[in-house]
């Protein structure tokens, strides 16, 4: 089981917002969409960053108020892990527990393709058990 299944299942759409945008904007992006963090994109289509709840509240907590002036770029994780299509869902899963993370974007030759949550890979590996209970329900049924 691999990242492109979850993508596959996801579909195309693919939130970002740039560098300058306000960090207001990207609030109301977030909360509108019911999503835990939105990727950070250039102009030329280059991954930049990941900027998510965390990082906001982060910042609440150092600068107060003042966090509503800054911009996507004043905030987001620039440091970003990312993940193929081809990396299953456990290395997915491991990647996330151990940098202590809920998203992954997904690069496919350096093309930004995608974004994995932890809800996704938990999602897929549910149904991925359930799917196996039923193979073995049917093969012992059967035999």
């Known amino acids: 089981m691999v990242i492109a299944g979850i993508l596959k299942e996801k579909g ?3 939130l970002s917002v740039p ?6 904007d990207v609030i109301q992006m977030l909360a509108t969409n019911r999503i835990g963090a939105v990727l950070v994109v250039s ?5 930049e960053g990941i900027l998510s ?8 907590a150092e600068n107060g108020a003042g966090t509503l002036d800054r911009s996507a770029a004043d905030l987001m994780t620039s440091t970003v892990t990312t ?4 990396t299953t869902v456990a ?3 491991e990647l996330m527990t151990t940098g202590r993370f809920r998203h992954v974007p997904i690069m496919d030759e350096g093309r930004l393709v ?3 949550s932890i809800g996704d890979v938990v999602k897929a590996k549910i149904a991925n058990a ?4 039923d193979s073995l329900r049917a093969y012992v049924v059967g035999a």
């Open 12 to 14: 195309g759409k693919l």
């Open 19 to 24: 560098p300058q945008a306000p960090i207001t």
């Open 53 to 60: 709840e965390r990082d906001v509240v982060r910042s609440l």
């Open 83 to 86: 993940a193929t299509p081809q």
């Open 91 to 93: 290395a997915a899963m």
């Open 114 to 116: 995608g974004l994995v």
């Open 130 to 133: 359930e799917q196996e209970v």
């Open 43 to 47: 102009a030329s289509g280059a991954l």
